[in-house]
């Protein structure tokens, strides 16, 4: 059953014709419901598909003539639809006959039946080409050959398309014709048509079936020749039409344009473009240079919507706006067609705001007034928004033209509103804004297109290229071929690409930005606002993408521009190559178009007032929420796209400085900016609404640079370089005055190194490089920042977990720490002040690890100088003593000198005392650690050393370091110990104090560790060096008083003056140095120059000694003492002496290991260690050269002798301040004496012994100033000798007992002593000169220390004391010498006698009592030894001249022209007369009775003397001042007795004698006589007055002497006794008996005695003999 229904319906479709017959003819009756009925039969037919061809062609013929008559139009159209849809039975002329009756329908009064034809005829139109495209289909697997379509006219023989594409053909054709009013080819019937419904036709056409045209040539020429001429035809009135210009002054009258056809052709274009761009492509460039007229201003309103519409269709499809690109603007000589969109969608929007729209002016102005938005009703602050509660509508506004924007299309889609406007006639009224809105739609949605197309495509490449690279760098040798291939194919590709993005972007750039700043200037809605924000971001990415840097730069700076106040003075933002656009106009299609700048007075809501950021900011600026949007977007592009910002971070960092500034965040720690007080001006003024912004803005700004660790190294230093730009610019503006600066790039710099720690390498130069130049800045702030930045930096770096670590990276540690040495050239002290709490904060964290860097630190510490104020010398120290405490033990061996270097730089800063003193301790801690790490440290510097010499010899260069041949241990010392020495020559004296102390001490302490050899090098270049320095500054210092020692500290008189405070220098580094010649000698005589460095010494103490200071002078002394007393050589049982500080044994000569030939053990020069451990306790003696020895010796006294000799010289001319060489000075130099004595002893001879004379005399002449007096001199009663006169006689002392015990030859130097010694003898009575000055002598020296303005008094000593010694020991010395050839030859008695003479003829006038009687008990001792010796060698003739010496001495002592004081008291003056008695006695018994021996004048001298002393002579007048003298009646009776006694004496052996004698008896009994006479004369006129005692006196005495004379003459023989001498005596008789009447008792008892022995005389008278005579 089923199989047989096809059968039945093939037989129905055969006779199908048949069939419908009866139909048609029922329709043929016009009667209207049989042919209803027909109708629907004939549709249930054709709806079962039982109609064939010619049946289909009966039914349109009978339809046709049912159309001519109007009958039953509807159904006819459904009926005609049915047939055409159920099959494709009818063809050709059938068909065109249906479709023109559709059309004529069309064309009926009735209005159903003209819409519902209209949509038969769309249906019909379209089922046509349906059947072709289905034809296709069918055929799509045979291949045919196209057979090119020939030009001809006759459009009819299409003979090569198949029948469906035929028919489509040749529909298509005729519509073009229609359109174009020519008569169709095939629609053979048409009556009449319309131009809109054909052009809504061609259009669905080509919008619905584009394939078929661009498969089938023949449709697409149809295209070329039909479709693109006529559309460009029916254009011409719109082309051509301006608006406002008068018919009147055209000569043709100007078609008008007509809306819905206007309207129809730009649908039709923008399909034709869409669909067919590629078959057409200069018809395009056609259209769519139409397209850009159309915007021009004189079009009408409505045309110039519609053509915005149309143009944003194109701008949602970006492959197209390539295509557009590609075909026109990257061809030469054509319109540069993507570039005239772009540029005219800028120049319509600017039209827009320069031309206020009209349209229809009724519609406008209604439209104007029913729109609440309206401009007309806005209020004129319309900006604020929300006033009074109203919402304005979102719009632009710009130089008073307010567009609202409305809401048009969903993003991305061009839905039209005008381009839809199929059923209207006439134009209708655009509502205002409308334009704008959907220009800037097209704006936006071409952005997004074109930018995610060209970024999808670039991800694309890049993808691509990283997989064949990776895929490249596979092993596989086969491949390899292949993939170099593809990779190549791939560059050519991208290349082409490249070159089409660049151009698209290069091509619209310019008029983007130009339109897209106007409006954001103009914009008033967020939204809005965000959405061209977006549009430029993105934009300036692709750019930076592609690597278009002048585009970027231009949309970055709108940015910018939009971010900062209307009007800033922004240099950045005038100056790069984007501003060239601010000044240069595009032309665009000849329109010029102005780059608009922000206008001021866009009405938007202020939310901060600030400070600009400018050199002489003027007033304040507003920053407006827009502003803050842009800055958003400005951060946001920043964080996003940083890679690609390249050189235009400038611009952007530059703005954001700027808002940063206006805004007033300033830089916390790490960088991140935080929101502060503004310092100046009026503070700056936030709203809430930024206020709450403002941390979030300070966020986005922190993380936009610590995204900066993901920009690759370019772009990082891109990114650095505008930074450091930019903050120049800041300096630049700091400098000159010190207003708050810009910190935000410092700030920023910091940020972006702590983030990029990783690979800090790369940017550490030109970072610290620019901070370094920061931190020199005059500007403080600036300064301080710039330092933070620069000290956090390198904090962080050196904390960073580095890979690899630090420790193993020493290039990146120096890197890293270089910024910070280099912050040592800078002046600024906050600056330094940073970098050494840096350093300490390092060392406290990274201190152990610092290894190589140790230097640079150290350096740092260093650099400290003098004039760089305390607290930074302070903080310097802190390091140093951190370091000297903590890290010594951590860092390498080779720093250890720095550390030296720089503690002693410490020492000589004179900013802070205690400072330099704690210095000088820690050279002493780091002496003494490298005392106890010896070892250790001697080990590393050799191994370093010898790596060291083989890099220079490598090199070829000489290894050059200070103190060189010294092993580097030793140096290591050498250099603590010239550093000590540096600071023991300080200005401060306390400085040098302990410096000196510390010096001596390590040396003293820690000497013993060095190397045998480098001794030269101490002694030479640290000790004598430093001697000469000090002793260069003693002898130039100031001598002026220095009133107090800074603050309030009072100076002891004894340092008051710069010389006084050297002294103390002076003699410490003195001691000093000769205490280690004294301890050290038997490590210093070993080497080579000992002698030479001996000399130097004794220079140095004799340079001391004369210096004219009696502290410095007097140590010196001590100094040649302590190297005096070393004895050599060291005995067995003696040890070298330990110094004192540590327990440490000294090293000492092995003497089992003397080589061959050796005259000398050497010491072994090993390890610290074995040095220290060797000690025993019997050590061989060192064995020094005697001959050697000896020339030290002599050199010695030498200098003795020149100190004693220039310090004792009396100076030339005196005044206040000539230097006198104080007492203990010279004791100490006499003292020094003896000692040296024993070592030169054997070549002491005369001329030694005069020029030790020379000294000793001068020495004790030297006087004392009356100041000092008091402390020297005992007082003046006691006889006590001073130190100084002790240690002269002890000198001499030493040497007689050297003489005593030394050979024959010494003797000839026993008179030179005697000399001496009475030279001091003299003393006694004439004190000694010192030169020309005045001294006065101790008894009337004032005592007054309160007179201290007047000049010193000088003092001679008491010498008596000391000449009395002296006497003693010449006595003494004569005693045991008086025999000596010497003693005898030099006539040394007679010079006793000679200078005993000066007391002795004194006597009373002596400056003490005991000199003249010492010296008389001395002569007495000496007469008793030396006359005997005299008298040995009388025949000699050696004592001749001594005799008369001897009498002229007894003659001036017996009888002295001394006044004896008056106070003496009888007992004084008979112990005085009995030592005469003496002097007498000894005559009588020593010399009278030798008188043979003796020359005779001598005798005669003495019985002169005598005969004088016999008898006291007294002037004849009597004063009362006389009467106490006493005469010396025991004396005189003594001489008189010696005196007769030798007269008379029976050994007379010439008859001079014995004339002698008679002569001095008859002299004195004639003075006997004038007495009595006298006497008499007297006590007559006196009456009963008694007389005066002496005359009284005297005249016993005379009888006394009577009484005497007579006995003795009776005792002699009468022989020896002249006659006239009796006659003498007897004569006396008378005077005596006269005297009797005296009333004196004693006068009567004498002369009772003196008249007794007369009864001798009375006898008998001789006979021949008178009056005695014969």
């Not at 059968?7 to 006779?15: I, V």
Request: aromatic residues 8%; proline residues 6%; glycine residues 4%.
């Amino acid at each position: 059953m089923q199989k047989e229904i096809p059968t039945c319906q093939r037989a129905l479709k055969e006779n199908s014709s048949e069939v419908v017959q009866p139909f048609l003819m029922g329709c043929g009756t016009k009667e209207p419901k049989i042919t209803q009925l027909c109708l629907a039969a004939i549709q249930r037919l054709m709806s079962h598909e039982v109609v064939s061809e010619t049946a289909a062609g009966n039914i349109i013929n009978m339809l046709w003539q049912l159309m001519e008559n109007s009958l039953e139009e509807l159904k006819l159209l459904q009926t005609v639809l049915v047939l055409l849809t159920t099959n494709t039975v009818v063809h050709d002329e059938s068909l065109s006959k249906a479709i023109v009756l559709c059309f004529r329908l069309h064309f009926t009064k009735d209005n159903i039946t003209n819409n519902t034809a209209a949509a038969t005829v769309r249906q019909v139109v379209t089922v046509v080409f349906e059947r072709m495209v289905a034809e296709d289909e069918r055929h799509r697997d045979i291949i045919e050959q196209p057979v090119l379509v020939q030009g001809n006219s006759n459009r009819r023989s299409v003979s090569t398309l198949k029948p469906c594409a035929k028919d489509a053909y040749m529909l298509f054709q005729d519509l073009c014709q229609l359109v174009n009013a020519d008569a169709p080819y095939w629609l053979v019937g048409m009556t009449e048509m319309t131009r809109t419904f054909g052009l809504e036709l061609l259009e669905s056409v080509l919008n619905d079936f584009p394939q078929v045209f661009l498969q089938h040539q023949e449709f697409s020429f149809l295209l070329k020749e039909r479709v693109c001429p006529l559309v460009i035809k029916l254009f011409s009135p719109n082309i051509k039409f301006r608006q406002g210009s008068g018919s009147s002054s055209s000569p043709a009258p100007v078609e008008k344009p007509y809306f819905p056809i206007c309207m129809r052709l730009l649908r039709v274009v923008s399909v034709l473009i869409k669909q067919f761009y590629s078959l057409l492509v200069t018809e395009c460039e056609i259209f769519l240079s139409l397209l850009v007229k159309f915007l021009d201003a004189d079009k009408p309103q409505w045309l110039r919507a519609v053509a915005v519409e149309s143009i944003h269709r194109l701008c949602v499809q970006p492959q197209l706006l390539r295509s557009f690109c590609q075909s026109y603007d990257m061809k030469q000589h054509s319109t540069k067609v993507f570039r005239d969109i772009v540029n005219a969608l800028g120049s319509f929007i600017q039209s827009l705001f320069l031309v206020p729209p009209t349209g229809n002016p009724a519609t406008t102005n209604q439209a104007g007034n029913n729109n609440s938005g309206g401009p007309v009703s806005a209020p004129a602050n319309s900006g604020m928004l929300g006033i009074g509660g109203v919402t304005l509508l979102p719009a632009f506004e710009y130089r008073g033209t307010w567009i609202p924007i409305l809401t048009i299309t969903v993003q991305g889609s061009a839905k039209a509103t005008y381009l839809e406007m199929l059923d209207k006639v006439e134009p209708p009224t655009i509502p205002e804004g409308y334009a704008m809105s959907v220009a800037f739609h097209c704006l936006l949605d071409l952005v997004r297109g074109i930018t995610s197309m060209i970024e999808g495509e670039l991800g694309e490449v890049e993808t691509e290229y990283q997989t064949t690279t990776e895929a490249a760098s596979s092993p596989t040798q086969s491949s390899e071929q292949q993939e170099l291939q593809s990779t190549s194919d791939q560059m050519d590709k991208e290349i082409v690409s490249r070159a089409v993005w660049e151009e698209m972007v290069n091509a619209c750039w310019c008029g983007l930005l130009a339109a897209l700043s106007l409006l954001l200037d103009a914009s008033t809605d967020e939204a809005a606002t965000e959405n061209i924000l977006k549009a430029e971001l993105t934009m300036a990415a692709l750019c930076g993408r592609l690597g278009l840097v002048t585009s970027r730069d231009a949309f970055i700076t709108a940015i910018c521009k939009g971010s900062l106040p209307p009007h800033y003075a922004l240099t950045v933002l005038n100056t790069t190559t984007a501003a060239t656009l601010s000044n240069k106009s595009y032309s665009i299609q000849g329109q010029s178009v102005m780059m608009i700048s922000p206008s001021s007075e866009s009405h938007q809501q202020v939310v901060a007032v600030g400070q600009p950021l400018a050199v002489q900011p003027q007033g304040t600026v507003m920053l407006t929420s827009k502003n803050i949007q842009c800055m958003r977007t400005l951060l946001n592009l920043a964080h996003c796209h940083g890679a690609v910002l390249g050189t235009s971070w400038q611009l952007v960092l530059a703005t954001l400085q700027h808002l940063v500034w206006i805004l007033g965040l300033k830089p916390s720690s790490g960088g991140a900016l935080k929101p502060g007080r503004a310092v100046e001006g009026p503070s700056t003024v936030l709203t809430t609404a930024v206020m709450t912004d403002l941390p979030v803005i300070s966020n986005i700004l922190s993380r936009l640079f610590e995204s900066s660790q993901y920009l690759d190294d370019v772009s990082l230093h891109h990114l650095i370089n505008a930074l450091c730009s930019l903050s120049l610019e800041a300096m630049d503006m700091a400098y000159g005055n010190n207003k708050e600066p810009s910190l935000f790039a410092v700030a920023k710099l910091l940020e972006t190194g702590l983030v990029n720690m990783h690979r800090i390498e790369i940017l550490w130069r030109p970072l610290t490089g620019h901070l370094l130049e920061v931190c020199q800045h005059p500007n403080s702030r600036m300064r301080e920042w710039g330092a933070e930045a620069l000290t956090s930096l390198i904090k962080a770096g050196l904390t960073f977990n580095h890979d690899p670590p630090l420790s193993q990276n020493q290039r990146l540690q120096l890197l890293l720490l270089n910024p910070l040495k280099e912050m040592s050239s800078i002046n600024h002290p906050d600056i330094r002040l940073k970098q050494l709490e840096c350093v300490l904060q390092i060392l406290q964290s990274q201190g152990d690890s610092l290894g190589p860097g140790w230097p640079l630190v150290l350096g740092v510490m260093g650099a400290i100088r003098n004039d760089q104020g305390e607290s930074l010398i302070r903080t310097a120290f802190q390091c140093l003593q951190l370091v000297v405490t903590d890290f010594l033990p951590t860092m390498p061996c080779t720093c250890l000198q720095i550390v030296v270097d720089v503690a002693g730089s410490f020492g000589l800063h004179n900013q802070e005392l205690n400072i330099s003193l704690t210095s000088i301790g820690l050279l002493w801690n780091i002496s003494d650690y490298f005392f106890q790490r010896g070892e250790t440290i001697e080990k590393e510097l050799n191994k370093e050393e010898a790596a060291q010499q083989k890099q220079a010899e490598e090199k070829g260069v000489v290894l050059n370091r200070p103190f060189h041949p010294a092993p580097p241990f030793d140096c290591l010392w050498l250099c603590l110990y010239a550093k000590l020495g540096e600071l023991c020559v300080d200005p401060r004296p306390a400085v040098r104090k302990s410096a000196g102390q510390t010096l001596f001490s390590t040396i003293g302490a820690h000497g013993t560790l060095l190397q045998h050899s480098t001794w030269h090098t101490v002694i030479w270049k640290v000790l004598f060096h430093l001697l000469d320095r000090v002793r260069e500054s003693s002898t130039t210092a100031d001598k002026e008083k220095i009133e107090s020692g800074g603050g309030n500290i009072l100076i002891h008189h004894s340092r008051d003056t710069a010389e006084k405070q050297w002294a103390e220098t002076w003699v410490l580094t003195l001691a000093g140095v000769a205490r280690i010649f004294n301890t050290r000698r038997y490590l210093l005589q070993p080497l080579g120059d000992f002698s030479r460095a001996w000399d130097v010494l004794l220079d140095h103490i004799q340079s001391a000694a004369l210096s004219k200071n009696n502290e410095v002078s007097l140590a010196a002394l001590k100094s040649f003492q302590e190297i005096l007393q070393i004895v050599s050589p060291i005995r067995d049982s003696d040890k070298p002496e330990t110094p004192p500080v540590v327990n440490v044994p000294v090293p000492v000569l092995i003497g089992s290991i003397s080589g061959p030939g050796l005259s000398r053990p050497f010491v072994r020069t090993d390890s610290v260690g074995e040095r220290l451990g060797r000690y025993s306790s019997s050590e061989p003696p060192i064995v020094t050269d005697e001959l050697e020895d000896l020339n030290l010796w002599w050199a010695a006294w030498n200098t003795w002798y020149r100190i004693g000799s220039e310090s004792t010289k009396p100076p030339v001319t005196f005044d206040k301040l000539t230097f006198i060489p104080s007492q203990p000075f010279l004791t100490a130099l006499i003292q020094i004496f003896p000692a040296l004595y024993q070592h030169i002893k054997t070549g002491f001879n005369m001329d030694d012994l005069q020029k030790l004379g020379v000294i000793l005399h001068s020495a004790v002449s030297v006087p004392i100033s009356s100041d000092a007096s008091p402390f020297i001199l005992p007082s003046y009663t006691e006889a006590v000798l001073t130190s100084l006169q002790e240690a002269v006689l002890t000198a001499l002392d030493v040497l007689q007992k050297a003489i005593c015990v030394g050979p024959e030859n010494m003797q000839i130097m026993y008179p030179a002593i005697f000399d001496q010694l009475l030279a001091f003898v003299e003393f006694s009575c004439k004190p000694p000169q010192y030169g020309q000055l005045e001294t006065k002598h101790i008894a009337n020296a004032k005592y007054n220390q309160i007179q201290l303005f007047a000049p010193a008094e000088w003092v001679a000593l008491n010498y008596v004391p000391f000449a009395e010694r002296s006497l003693e020991v010449v006595v003494d010395l004569y005693q045991k010498t008086a025999c000596h050839k010497a003693v005898v030859n030099e006539k040394v008695l007679q010079n006793i006698i000679k200078t005993l003479r000066v007391p002795l003829s004194l006597k009373y006038s002596c400056p003490s009592e005991s000199t003249w009687k010492l010296a008389v008990s001395s002569l007495l001792k000496v007469l008793s030894i030396g006359l005997p010796v005299a008298r040995q060698h009388a025949s000699s003739g050696k004592f001749d001249s001594m005799w008369p010496e001897l009498a002229n001495t007894f003659e001036d002592f017996l009888f002295t022209k001394s006044i004896p004081p008056d106070n003496l008291s009888i007992q004084e003056f008979q112990r005085n007369e009995s030592i005469d008695v003496e002097v007498v006695q000894l005559i009588s018994t020593e010399i009278l009775p030798y008188a043979n021996f003796i020359p005779k004048e001598f005798v005669g001298q003495i019985m002169t003397m005598l005969n004088k002393g016999s008898i006291h002579s007294q002037s004849s007048s009597f004063t009362e001042a006389e009467i106490d003298i006493r005469l010396r009646e025991e004396f005189s009776k003594m001489c008189f007795e010696t005196l007769l006694q030798f007269s008379f004496s029976n050994k007379v052996t010439t008859p001079q004698e014995g004339y002698i004698s008679r002569m001095a008896l008859s002299v004195l009994l004639k003075r006997s006589q004038d007495v009595l006479h006298r006497y008499i004369e007297d006590e007559r006129l006196s009456g009963k007055c008694p007389l005066p005692r002496q005359q009284v006196t005297e005249i016993i005495f005379v009888l006394k002497a009577v009484s005497t004379l007579i006995d003795s003459l009776k005792k002699t023989q009468p022989e020896n006794v002249d006659g006239n001498t009796w006659a003498q005596v007897i004569a006396l008789y008378p005077t005596l008996v006269e005297c009797i009447t005296c009333s004196s008792a004693e006068v009567c008892s004498a002369l009772k005695e003196a008249l007794v022995p007369f009864k001798d005389f009375m006898q008998p008278p001789a006979s021949k003999v008178q009056n005695g005579e014969s």
